[in-house]
């Protein structure tokens, strides 16, 4: 009696959860269309640019709820460029991002909120040289739709938005040193792909 | 003046020169060893501090980890005078390799032995095998005129070309770190000889001293050949030779060393440099984006 009591919980739950994972769609980030972009304050003048090349990660996008939608990614450290060799040198180097020690920055969320109908935050770890800080990004769903070219192949475009500190992370002693930040603003578009 | 202690040069260069001459002053004045050691405790720490920030604690990244580094290279000074030249070896031994385990895991168990790599632990081993010749030797009945210099123009020749091989390679804290050192051990140099040169006797770091200096020069330099992406590979590897050649020039190489009193440490101090010249020259050379020190 208690195994069949047992099994037909487990049954129960085992279709809950097809239940639920029925609303949840699966996208791969794909990393020819995707921006990581940075900027940061110069010391006393402007306003320096960086992006990041190499973006590797997954999405789970749960439309009826939410708050069951996922995001962990991934990005290369050696990716970085700025539009100045010597100064991608550094930002590769110890005193910043440590690719040789760190070679990847990585994001996980924690939680999703939904705002209006394409709009949300994303609240996760973001975690560089070693370091995790809970930061939380603006996400725009701009547009999901089948690809003109392959109507096999379903995209999902997103631009997200957030704010993190030189202070959180092992760089803070290097960039306060040399006038940079300590706020660095966060834009990222990305397209993925539906699996 | 907070911007004349602003300026990297000053804290990098001009102050901890002048707390060097300083330091050679005391020394001078016949002050306990043991003071003299705390003092260099407490100005390595400074420096360490300015340059990387207070101790973060656990240390995640291998920079993290150097200020703890120096805080063991402080308890194992004092330890080292307690043992004979065969433990005290033995000791050096252990307490690099171990440090350089504990910077560069992350590295290794990358598993990339790529050029960089090979560098480092080309410069790491020499670096422990200078160190385990030079440091533990017996102290002579009657040591020659350069003996007191041979340990402080060792660190002096390795942190100063460590540090122009750190700053070209993309490593800029380090190599601030790395001139601080090389400019303290300079500073107490520059006094030492002023005394050689009126007729006196310079005065030597104890071996607990030599221990503490030499460990934490080693260990950013080990840092830095793991971890600056830029460094190139010929320069680390020379920069991590003058502590052989500190050993050499008390040994078969001291014959090179002229019988004119005053100039013996000048020669033994070029002998012990010419790695460290010869580091500058190839990371000068072949720096990847020019000879331009600096964040850009």
């Known amino acids: 009696m208690t195994t069949r009591k047992l099994t037909a919980a487990l049954a129960f739950a085992s279709m809950c ?17 995707a921006w990581v972009t940075f900027t940061i304050k110069h010391g006393i003048y402007g306003t320096a640019h960086g992006q990041f090349d190499a973006v590797k990660g997954a999405i789970v996008m749960d439309k009826a709820d939410p708050s069951k939608s996922s995001v962990k990614a991934e990005i290369e450290v050696g990716s970085v460029h700025t539009a100045y060799d010597q100064r991608d040198s ?5 005193d910043f991002f440590n690719a040789a020690e760190f070679p990847a920055i990585s994001f996980e969320s924690t939680k999703v909120e939904k705002v209006t109908d394409k709009t949300g935050k994303v609240t996760g770890n973001l975690t560089i040289s070693g370091v995790s800080k809970e930061i939380t990004l603006d996400v725009t769903l701009v547009n999901e739709a089948p690809a003109p070219w392959d109507a096999t192949l379903t995209k999902a475009a997103f631009t997200a938005t957030g704010k993190v500190s030189t202070a959180d992370f092992p760089m803070a002693k290097a960039a306060a040193g040399f006038g940079l930040g300590p706020d660095v603003d966060i834009v990222i578009d990305l397209e993925a792909v539906k699996k | 003046m907070s911007a004349l202690l602003g300026n990297p040069m000053v804290t990098t260069a ?24 705390l003092l260099w405790a407490a100005l390595l720490l400074f420096f360490y501090w300015d340059t990387l920030g207070p101790p973060v604690v656990p240390p995640v990244a291998a920079s993290q980890k150097l200020i703890y580094l120096a805080f063991a290279g402080i308890i194992l000074g ?19 390799a171990a440090a350089f385990s504990w910077l560069g895991w992350r590295r290794v168990a990358g598993g990339a032995l790529d050029l960089q790599m090979i560098a480092a632990l080309a410069a790491g081993l020499l670096a422990i095998v200078g ?14 005129v350069e003996e007191p210099f041979l340990v402080p123009a060792a660190m002096l020749a390795m942190c100063l070309c460590g540090a122009i091989a750190s700053v070209l390679g993309a490593s800029i804290v380090t190599g601030q770190l790395l001139g601080s050192i090389a400019a303290l051990a300079g500073g107490w140099c520059l006094v030492q000889y002023v005394a050689v040169l009126r007729g006196g006797e310079a005065v030597a770091w104890s071996k607990g001293s030599e221990l503490t200096l030499v460990f934490a020069g080693a260990t950013v330099l080990i840092q830095v050949a793991l971890l600056a992406p830029k460094a190139n590979p010929a320069a680390l590897v020379l920069s991590s030779l003058p502590l052989i050649m500190a050993a050499l020039v008390r040994g078969p190489l001291q014959g090179l060393v002229p019988r004119v009193r005053p100039l013996r440490p000048l020669a033994a101090g070029l002998l012990i440099a010419m790695p460290a010249m010869l580091a500058i020259l190839t990371a000068l050379l072949w720096a990847p984006h020019g000879a331009a020190l600096g964040f850009s």
């Open chain 1, 90 to 94: 550094d930002l590769k180097g110890p």
């Open chain 2, 131 to 144: 160190a385990a010749l030079l440091l533990p030797a017996r102290t002579l009945p009657s040591p020659p």
């Open chain 1, 17 to 33: 959860a097809l239940a639920s994972a029925a609303h949840a769609d699966n996208y791969e980030i794909d990393g020819q269309h």
């Open chain 2, 78 to 96: 004092p330890l080292s005078q307690r043992l004979d030249a065969g433990a005290g070896r033995v000791l050096v031994i252990v307490a690099l």
């Open chain 2, 14 to 37: 001009a102050l901890p020169l002048l707390l060097g001459v300083v330091m050679g002053l005391l020394a001078r004045l016949a002050l306990p060893a043991s003071l003299l050691f």
